[in-house]
C-alpha cells in the first residue's frame, strides 16, 4: 500500500477550509488544518506535510512570509510543493508568488477540482524533484 500524502490546507476563513478539507481528505488524501499563518508554519514544521496549500490574506503571517519563511529556512529535507490559492488575482501578486518560489497559484473563486487536480499534479512531481539529501538516503 502506498503512504499517504499530507497535504496542509492553510485558509483564515473557516467555512472555506472546512470544504477544501473535506473535499481533499475525500480524494484520498491526509489532511492537516491551519486557519491562520503562524499555525501554517508551525504545522509546516510539526507535521511535514508532502504539499501545502496556503491562502494569502491571513492572521498573523500573510501566506507570502509563510512561503518565504519555508523557503528560506525548509524544516524539511524534502522538497514540499506550494499552491497559493487566493483572492489576489492581480498579476504582481501571481509575480511574487513565482518569485518566492511558490509551485502553483490558483485564483478564488476555483472549483474544487481545480485545487484537487493542483495537488495531483504536485504529487507527481515530487519523485522528479527530490533533493539531494532524500536521493542518497
Known amino acids: 500500500?502506498?503512504?499517504?500524502?499530507?497535504?496542509?490546507?492553510a485558509d483564515d476563513e473557516q467555512d472555506v477550509l472546512d470544504i477544501m478539507a473535506k473535499k481533499v481528505a475525500e480524494a484520498g488524501f491526509e489532511v492537516v488544518e491551519a486557519s491562520d499563518g503562524e499555525s501554517a508554519w508551525n504545522k509546516i514544521c510539526l507535521e511535514n506535510p508532502d504539499v501545502i496549500v496556503l491562502d494569502l490574506t491571513m492572521p498573523g503571517?500573510?501566506?507570502?512570509?509563510?512561503?518565504?519563511?519555508?523557503?528560506?529556512?525548509p524544516p524539511s529535507d524534502k522538497w514540499q510543493p506550494v499552491i497559493i490559492v487566493s483572492a489576489h488575482d492581480e498579476l504582481e501578486s501571481m509575480k511574487r508568488g513565482i518569485?518566492?518560489?511558490a509551485d502553483h497559484y490558483l485564483t478564488k473563486p476555483c472549483h474544487m477540482e481545480e485545487i484537487i487536480r493542483a495537488i495531483n499534479l504536485m504529487v507527481s512531481l515530487i519523485p522528479q524533484r527530490k533533493t539531494d539529501k532524500e536521493k542518497t538516503s
Open 1 to 9: 500500500m502506498e503512504p499517504s500524502i499530507k497535504v496542509l490546507m
Open 99 to 101: 518569485t518566492l518560489q
Open 61 to 73: 503571517l500573510h501566506g507570502f512570509e509563510v512561503l518565504e519563511r519555508l523557503r528560506a529556512n
